[in-house]
């Protein structure tokens, strides 16, 4: 693609843009209007009605977990006992405010945005997409929230809440209030007699600074946002104009923070919201040149007047390729990968596909397959004396690309860890086919539990860190498994190894599930991106996906 040189060509170019960019925003604000109301009313009505409904569990349960739990000392649960009211009151109203807002938000310009898409490159049969994308993928997405929304209030939840009522270690302290005698009494900070004038006059004019803070952040984001859009016109990027807004609210949150003496840092993220400096930072990270000559001066012949505009990535192609997004279909490939196997060699049963489709409970399936998968990764790693984790067989992550995103940044540490523990261990072949029997069926508490399983090395001490290590692992998955799609995604691919192990001949299923199943295929076709990459995912040669 090609910019018009000169001023005519680029007066024409807008001129001639300008009807076409109307009527795609015509038809995608038809589509919202249509679709918006039918949206915002699945998310309204599905997410407020199943988090009232249980909000008089959570508030029992919540009081009750607080109470019993040894985590958390007799002064900070008097304290949280009075303050916890408060915000599981708010929680139903906030609920449904949340829900209204998402929906409709969600309703309105995922239509808009998909109409503008379905004339990118690459999309065949344009018009036909321009009409249709939007319409029941939108639909389709708002029962998928809703879903989602239902998994983490009734697993999620609960999940938390027995790691809090769990019993303490040995070197564990319960979590208290420190300085509480200091506080109330004679030598306490707020007591002395010079702190009176300074905190009357804080009481005082902390309310003016507040509302001027308030005045000054609105008035500055009409310039703020004019700089967003600016930027996103300029990178020909929607992500980057986002980019430069998270980035400048992280810098203002570090700011105040300094101000007031808090933690340093911020919460937020500082994204690079210019593409030359992304290539610039990977180019640099992989020890390769920058190369900054201008796209003009590299063009010979009669070309040197014309600039070379390389196509950059559409808002929901950027999305659909994030590195967060990748981990996850590379996890859930190789569970479905490493559950086939399993399944063939009897380690997997009917019994234990059909008790988590059920029930949505099956420690075999829930936790142990995850675990054996990433332990699979790992020691592949560590083998082969990667820095990072070897994903596929062509694709390392390390520190350099790994997902800059909070919960990737918590995983990665303690499995770099791991791996560095079971390269010192040392792992045959023949420990590793037997540990595959051993995660999936033996208890790992202590090492007088693997005595009649065949492990092939005595050694008490490399049994005792093999267990501990496969029981951390199986702690990651428990977490990663309170992410909401987690868990949709999972069923799914349980689903799916259930149908192909009955059509394939490898198991008698109950005619009930199976037919329960096949019907949950057939209204919803599993109606999630998560289930067409698992449907997907058989066509795939599995000598190019690696066990993650």
Same mark, same amino acid.
Request: proline share 4%.
């Given at each position: 693609?090609?910019?018009?040189?000169?001023?005519?060509?680029?007066?024409?170019?807008?001129?001639?843009?300008?009807?076409?960019?109307?009527?795609?925003?015509?038809?995608?604000?038809?589509?919202?209007?249509?679709?918006?109301?039918?949206?915002?009313?699945?998310?309204?009505?599905?997410?407020?009605?199943?988090?009232?409904?249980?909000?008089?569990?959570?508030?029992?349960?919540?009081?009750?977990?607080?109470?019993?739990?040894?985590?958390?000392?007799?002064?900070?649960?008097?304290?949280?006992?009075?303050?916890?009211?408060?915000?599981?009151?708010?929680?139903?109203?906030?609920?449904?405010?949340?829900?209204?807002?998402?929906?409709?938000?969600?309703?309105?310009?995922?239509?808009?945005?998909?109409?503008?898409?379905?004339?990118?490159?690459?999309?065949?049969?344009?018009?036909?997409?321009?009409?249709?994308?939007?319409?029941?993928?939108?639909? %389709?997405?708002?029962?998928?929230?809703?879903?989602?929304? %239902?998994?983490?209030?009734?697993?999620?939840?609960?999940?938390?809440?027995?790691?809090?009522?769990?019993?303490?270690?040995?070197?564990?302290?319960?979590?208290?209030?420190?300085?509480?005698?200091?506080?109330?009494?004679?030598?306490?900070?707020?007591?002395?007699?010079?702190?009176?004038?300074?905190?009357?006059?804080?009481?005082?004019?902390?309310?003016?600074?507040?509302?001027?803070?308030?005045?000054?952040?609105?008035?500055?984001?009409?310039?703020?946002?004019?700089?967003?859009?600016?930027?996103?016109?300029?990178? #020909?990027?929607?992500?980057?104009?986002?980019?430069?807004?998270?980035?400048?609210?992280?810098?203002?949150?570090?700011?105040?923070?300094?101000?007031?003496?808090?933690?340093?840092?911020?919460?937020?993220?500082?994204?690079?919201?210019?593409?030359?400096?992304?290539?610039?930072?990977?180019?640099?990270?992989?020890?390769?040149?920058?190369?900054?000559?201008? #796209?003009?001066?590299?063009?010979?012949?009669?070309?040197?007047?014309?600039?070379?505009?390389?196509?950059?990535?559409?808002?929901?192609?950027?999305?659909?390729?994030?590195?967060?997004?990748?981990?996850?279909?590379?996890?859930?490939?190789?569970?479905?990968?490493?559950?086939?196997?399993?399944?063939?060699?009897?380690?997997?049963?009917?019994?234990?596909?059909?008790?988590?489709?059920?029930?949505?409970?099956?420690?075999?399936?829930?936790?142990?397959?995850?675990?054996?998968?990433?332990?699979?990764?790992?020691?592949?790693?560590?083998?082969?004396?990667?820095?990072?984790?070897?994903?596929?067989?062509?694709?390392?992550?390390?520190?350099?690309?790994?997902?800059?995103?909070?919960?990737?940044?918590?995983?990665?540490?303690?499995?770099?860890?791991?791996?560095?523990?079971?390269?010192?261990?040392?792992?045959?072949?023949?420990?590793?086919?037997?540990?595959?029997?051993?995660?999936?069926?033996?208890?790992?508490?202590?090492?007088?539990?693997?005595?009649?399983?065949?492990?092939?090395?005595?050694?008490?001490?490399?049994?005792?860190?093999?267990?501990?290590?496969?029981?951390?692992?199986?702690?990651?998955?428990?977490?990663?498994?309170?992410?909401?799609?987690?868990?949709?995604?999972?069923?799914?691919?349980?689903?799916?190894?259930?149908?192909? #192990?009955?059509?394939?001949?490898?198991?008698?299923?109950?005619?009930?599930?199976?037919?329960?199943?096949?019907?949950?295929?057939?209204?919803?076709?599993?109606?999630?991106?998560?289930?067409?990459?698992?449907?997907?995912?058989?066509?795939?040669?599995?000598?190019?996906?690696?066990?993650?």
């Amino acid at each position: 693609m090609q910019v018009p040189a000169g001023f005519l060509g680029k007066l024409w170019s807008f001129v001639s843009f300008v009807p076409f960019f109307i009527l795609l925003l015509l038809l995608g604000s038809i589509k919202a209007v249509l679709i918006g109301p039918v949206t915002a009313s699945i998310v309204f009505f599905g997410n407020s009605a199943v988090i009232i409904g249980l909000w008089p569990a959570h508030f029992i349960w919540t009081y009750y977990c607080v109470l019993k739990t040894e985590r958390i000392g007799l002064e900070l649960k008097i304290l949280i006992g009075i303050l916890l009211p408060l915000p599981l009151l708010l929680l139903p109203v906030l609920a449904i405010i949340g829900s209204l807002l998402s929906g409709i938000g969600y309703g309105v310009f995922v239509p808009l945005m998909a109409t503008f898409e379905a004339v990118g490159e690459g999309v065949t049969d344009k018009l036909s997409h321009c009409f249709m994308d939007g319409t029941v993928s939108t639909i %389709t997405g708002a029962c998928t929230v809703v879903r989602d929304v %239902t998994d983490f209030c009734f697993h999620s939840y609960f999940s938390f809440m027995d790691d809090l009522i769990e019993k303490m270690g040995d070197d564990e302290a319960p979590l208290g209030i420190k300085l509480c005698e200091d506080l109330v009494g004679r030598e306490g900070p707020f007591l002395e007699t010079v702190c009176v004038p300074f905190a009357g006059l804080t009481i005082i004019l902390w309310p003016l600074a507040v509302i001027g803070g308030l005045l000054a952040s609105f008035f500055s984001s009409f310039f703020f946002g004019f700089r967003a859009g600016l930027i996103a016109y300029q990178e #020909a990027s929607f992500q980057m104009g986002l980019a430069y807004m998270i980035s400048g609210v992280a810098i203002f949150d570090e700011y105040t923070n300094d101000l007031l003496y808090l933690r340093e840092g911020s919460c937020l993220p500082r994204p690079k919201y210019r593409k030359a400096d992304i290539r610039k930072c990977e180019t640099g990270k992989e020890g390769q040149k920058v190369t900054t000559e201008p #796209a003009e001066k590299q063009q010979t012949g009669h070309h040197k007047h014309r600039r070379v505009l390389h196509p950059s990535k559409t808002f929901m192609q950027t999305v659909q390729r994030l590195r967060p997004v990748q981990i996850w279909d590379w996890f859930f490939r190789s569970c479905e990968l490493n559950g086939r196997i399993l399944l063939s060699e009897g380690l997997i049963t009917a019994e234990d596909m059909e008790e988590y489709i059920t029930k949505g409970k099956c420690k075999k399936l829930g936790t142990k397959l995850p675990s054996w998968c990433i332990f699979q990764c790992l020691l592949r790693s560590a083998n082969s004396d990667s820095d990072g984790l070897l994903i596929s067989d062509n694709v390392e992550v390390t520190n350099l690309n790994w997902p800059k995103d909070r919960v990737f940044d918590w995983l990665l540490g303690p499995l770099l860890v791991i791996k560095d523990q079971m390269r010192k261990l040392e792992i045959t072949e023949d420990e590793e086919t037997c540990l595959r029997k051993l995660i999936m069926t033996n208890k790992n508490e202590k090492p007088s539990d693997w005595d009649d399983a065949g492990f092939p090395s005595d050694d008490n001490i490399k049994r005792g860190q093999l267990q501990a290590i496969i029981r951390r692992l199986q702690g990651i998955v428990a977490n990663m498994s309170r992410v909401p799609s987690f868990r949709r995604r999972f069923i799914n691919l349980v689903k799916a190894m259930y149908l192909e #192990a009955i059509e394939a001949g490898t198991i008698d299923g109950s005619r009930d599930i199976k037919r329960k199943v096949k019907a949950d295929v057939g209204t919803e076709k599993f109606g999630d991106r998560g289930a067409e990459d698992i449907a997907g995912s058989s066509t795939h040669p599995q000598s190019n996906i690696d066990i993650v």
